[in-house]
């Protein structure tokens, strides 16, 4: 984690595998939900989104599948492996570190 | 579990990249839709709505080469769109296309169709148990012989190194099937019982022969291959048991071998157990065995050749004979293929040779070609590509062309090696387990892999080197000093690879005049061969057989067209019998057994032959039985014994305590084959020798083709049950015996040819490039007064100077390389000068005239055009 670029890359992926670990959910639900917990700070590129999914996908942290939206129509419904749920972990537990020690020296410095 | 995974998704995202895409298309679809529903819901009016979905989407299509970039497989699919640009390419420029798949379906084709044949000859395993553990044992005196039963049996007694040692008597065993319809020649081999567990071959039906099956007095039994079981009995199921009749006697089939087993060779039809005469074992006789051992466990090639020389050393002493030669004990797949090993060695060595020169001729073109591409290159650099995606590119614009050309390489070796195997030699060893077999295919895909490399080598360097600047200097047309000169190194290397192939066809091409001069001491034109052999149930003394065979020379006699007929035990050219006799008052002390050619005949058998009489006289009707045994020798054993000296009259003792009297002297003939002359001869007369094995020789005047039939049917008139194989015109019988060195001659000089070419192709390229790039040099020097043949000589020299100095290396490779071809070469030094220098005078004059177009296109140049273009 060198590059500003790499941080909000692997922001995301965190973020979206976090979502995930509540239930099973589409992409559009995936951008919604992201939004809505962050108070409509965080609004997902939809450009940045599907990527995403196809890394995650790649990587073997998700699987999708076709199943019937809420509204009743054909969507690709994402859910966590168990390779992500460790994935989500050890991402976890490294954010928190590091966001607790940028806190740190922001506060101290 | 994750790899497996992996693959799954990179198959999918690679094979079904179609659904892949439409599923994305179909979700993004969704995504904006969801959000237009959104927005409605908030109150939007829906235009608005589809425009704030819009916005906050942003470029579909970029999204959609994201998610493409981030999906399994992306690199390959990107050079996979390399691949498909190649072949764009070769659309636009196919007599480069078509260039490239020629030299690489040649090169790969050539030598993938001779490792094809190499492997299958020489390396792929014998189909036995164990089959490195398996030795073949021969007598080796003044020359290789077939040892006895009793050398058999003294080696049989080393226990401790051969596990077992069994014999087979491989060609003088011909039986007639009678019974069957038409009498059948089945060619059958006599072999111990215990041949087949020596072997460790199984059989596919029956048993084999048990111990004590070869005893005097057994019943009979034979086994058959699985050709004779198919091919005279219908594959009859129920065969083992069933009674057969050979030649008058009769015989239970007790077993049926599988095709892949060919011992001792792939004609043989049948196999008897080994009846040895009585006291065979005692004594050194009847040296005619061939000898299979299995070494014991733990026991070592050397190890075994020191055992079995201390038994010879032994039986040597126990004999009392001042030279009885030692064992040779060689692994049986090298003794197998020991004949044709030094003509493929030389062959897989000149198609490496050819394929090397095929790959520099590749790289040239491939490197001519990205030459001209370097200001694309430099300013796709400039533009942004980077230079791994250069060298990727450069290297996957080269796949159509390998893919074509390796495909094409297959079809050329799969036709190549049916060609080869049909016009191989007859006795080529093992020439039915040649084919395109998986390590052969595997092969042409590694010969393919190296064609990759050199194709791709000059375009990769050159586009990892790819400067814009020095390509804006010179507006993308200039020579760079570097590239010039490897394209001369690359010209000089393939004549200096071609130099040696050019001096090995030379040197085959000298030796195959030297073949055709040879003097085979009789008149092959005019002569048919028919051999057959004697059935002893019906024709039991040896006074029967002779009485027999004078029956069948009046019959031939008598066919219209004939004007000698005759019999031998063996013509000449096919090899024969050898045995050690001793001679009285010779130059060669009595007490030392000299190995002669020994040759059973009757008496018309040197005119039917055209042997000339030098002295004495040939046998007659009175050379009987009851009469004093007679020999009539050749003038080289005449010149060994008694130099300066008359032969007639002197005494000789043969095998068998035969006692005889030389009474004339004939023209010496090649015995052996063509090429070998191994050993002087002594004729017998068939009435005092009697043998089971027979040839009729028969001179026509007009053609010998047309005796066949009537000839045929005069033996028939004596006994319908003789069997007749071997019909062939004499003329064919020398072309048998030539026809190695003919196919090895032919492969040797087309590679050169090939290799020529293309040497004389990259000389080619190399002036015609360096002309283009000078043409405004010429012009000047036109312009200041050089002439035409100025400029002519100056190119072509140039030219031939880069030929000369790979002919120079060229030269020392093939005179270090020579020694491939020994033992190939007749009359002619494997170092032969003549061929050395005639080879490069060739190759220098296909340098010269491969110069000469470009010369031409220099030395026409018009000065002021040339200059004004610029």
């Keep these: 984690m060198t590059r500003p670029t790499d941080l909000v890359q692997g922001t995301l992926d965190l973020l979206i595998l976090r979502t995930l670990a509540a239930e099973r959910m589409h992409g559009w639900a995936i951008a919604q939900r992201i939004q809505i917990l962050s108070k409509d700070v965080l609004q997902i590129n939809q450009g940045s ?6 890394r995650l996908e790649r990587q073997g942290w998700i699987r999708a599948e076709w199943g019937t939206s809420e509204t009743n129509r054909r969507a690709r419904f994402y859910e966590l492996t168990d390779d992500g749920r460790a994935r989500l972990a050890a991402e976890r537990a490294d954010w928190e570190r590091l966001s607790a020690a940028i806190s740190l020296v922001m506060r101290t410095a | 579990m994750r790899i497996v995974r992996r693959a799954a998704a990179l198959v999918r995202a690679l094979f079904r990249n179609d659904r ?56 390959l699919r990107e050079f996979w769109g390399d691949l498909r640009f190649g072949a764009r390419l070769l659309r636009k420029a196919p007599l480069f296309g078509v260039a490239g798949m020629a030299i690489v379906a040649l090169g790969v084709g050539a030598a993938t169709a001779v490792f094809g044949v190499v492997y299958g000859v020489l390396l792929q395993p014998l189909p036995y148990r164990e089959p490195e553990r398996l030795v073949s044992i021969w007598l080796e005196r003044a020359s290789r012989q077939y040892p006895s039963a009793a050398d058999a049996e003294a080696l049989r007694r080393l226990r401790g190194t051969f596990a077992d040692v069994a014999l087979a008597r491989s060609s003088n065993a011909n039986l007639t099937l009678v019974g069957e319809g038409a009498p059948q020649r089945l060619q059958t081999a006599r072999v111990s019982p215990n041949l087949f567990a020596v072997l460790g071959a199984s059989p596919t039906l029956g048993r084999t022969f048990a111990a004590g099956e070869d005893a005097a007095g057994a019943a009979g039994v034979v086994m058959l291959s699985e050709a004779a079981w198919r091919g005279r009995f219908g594959a009859d199921p129920a065969i083992v048991g069933r009674a057969v009749r050979l030649s008058g006697a009769s015989y239970t089939v007790v077993g049926v071998m599988p095709a892949r087993f060919q011992f001792p060779t792939a004609e043989v039809d049948a196999w008897i157990p080994a009846e040895l005469e009585p006291g065979e074992l005692a004594r050194q006789a009847n040296n005619n065995y061939r000898l299979v051992a299995r070494l014991a466990p733990g026991v070592e090639l050397d190890r075994a050749r020191r055992e079995a020389d201390a038994v010879a050393a032994e039986i040597a002493r126990l004999q009392g004979a001042a030279e009885r030669g030692g064992f040779t004990v060689d692994s049986m797949l090298d003794d197998a293929v020991r004949e044709v090993r030094p003509a493929l060695r030389l062959l897989l060595g000149a198609v490496a040779l050819l394929l090397l020169t095929a790959c520099v001729n590749l790289a040239m073109l491939f490197g001519a070609r990205a030459a001209s591409r370097r200001a694309e290159f430099a300013t796709r650099l400039a533009l942004g590509a980077s230079r791994r995606r250069l060298v990727t590119q450069a290297v996957a614009e080269a796949g159509p062309v390998l893919a074509a050309g390796g495909a094409l390489g297959v079809l050329v070796a799969a036709w190549a090696v049916h060609a080869l195997v049909a016009a191989a030699p007859a006795g080529l060893p093992r020439v039915e387990s040649v084919e395109l077999s998986a390590p052969v295919l595997l092969c042409a895909l590694a010969l393919l892999a190296l064609a990759g490399v050199a194709a791709s080598v000059a375009p990769a360097a050159q586009a ?11 507006g993308g047309r200039g020579n760079t000093r570097r590239g010039g000169a490897a394209r001369r190194v690359g010209a000089a290397a393939q004549f200096a690879l071609a130099l040696p192939l050019l001096a090995g066809a030379a040197l085959l091409l000298q030796s195959a005049l030297a073949v055709s001069r040879v003097d085979l ?6 002569v048919a061969t028919f051999s057959f052999e004697v059935s002893r149930a019906t024709h039991r003394t040896d006074e029967d057989v002779a009485r027999y065979y004078a029956r069948v020379v009046e019959a031939v006699r008598a066919v219209p067209g004939v004007s000698h007929a005759a019999i031998g035990n063996r013509a000449p050219l096919v090899g024969g019998q050898t045995n050690s006799v001793r001679f009285e008052g010779a130059a060669i002390p009595f007490d030392e057994p000299f190995d002669v050619d ?34 009539v020798i050749d003038e080289r054993l005449a010149r060994t014994m008694w130099p300066g000296q008359s032969p007639i009259g002197r005494r000789f003792q043969g095998p068998g305590e035969r006692w005889g009297t030389v009474v004339g002297v004939v023209g010496h003939t090649r015995t052996a084959g063509v090429e070998v002359d191994p050993r002087p001869q002594l004729y017998w007369s068939t009435r005092q020798w009697t043998q089971n094995r027979a040839v009729l020789v028969v001179r026509t005047s007009g053609d010998p083709r047309a005796l066949f039939a009537p000839v045929t049917a005069a033996v028939h008139g004596v006994d319908p049950e003789q069997s007749l194989f071997d019909v062939r015109t004499f003329t064919d019988v020398v072309g048998r015996s030539l026809a190695q060195r003919r196919v090895t001659t032919a492969l040797m000089v087309g590679f050169g040819a090939i290799a020529m070419l293309l040497a004389a192709v990259g000389i080619y390229g190399v002036v015609a490039y360096g002309v283009a790039q000078r043409l405004r040099e010429f012009g000047i020097r036109v312009a200041l007064g050089a002439t035409r043949r100025d400029v002519t000589r100056l190119v072509v020299g140039q030219g031939t100077r880069t030929a000369l100095a790979g002919s120079a290396v060229g030269l020392a ?5 020579a020694g491939a071809a020994q033992g190939l070469v007749y009359g002619v030094a494997p170092r032969d000068l003549r061929s050395l220098l005639g080879a490069a005078a060739v190759l220098l004059l296909s340098a010269v005239l491969a110069s000469w177009g470009p010369a031409r296109r220099a030395a026409s140049v018009d000065a002021a055009v040339t200059l004004r273009a610029e």
């Design chain 2, 813 to 817: 490779l093939a005179f270090l390389t």
């Design chain 2, 20 to 75: 892949i895409e439409a599923d994305l298309a179909e979700e993004m679809r969704f995504h904006m839709e969801r959000d237009v529903e959104a927005n409605v819901a908030r109150g939007m009016a829906p235009d608005a709505a589809w425009r704030e979905a819009r916005r906050r989407f942003g470029s579909v299509e970029q999204a959609r080469e994201q998610a493409r970039d981030e999906r399994p497989g992306a690199l």
């Design chain 2, 464 to 474: 990892w080197r790819s400067d814009f600047t020095s390509i804006a200097k010179d």
């Design chain 2, 521 to 526: 001491g009789f008149r092959p034109e005019g």
């Design chain 1, 49 to 54: 989104l599907y990527p995403a999914l196809q």
């Design chain 2, 598 to 631: 020994s040759r059973t005949v009757t008496p018309d058998y040197f005119a039917a032959l055209g042997i000339p009489l030098l002295a004495g006289r040939t046998f007659g009707e009175q050379d009987d039985a009851d009469a004093p045994v007679v020999g």
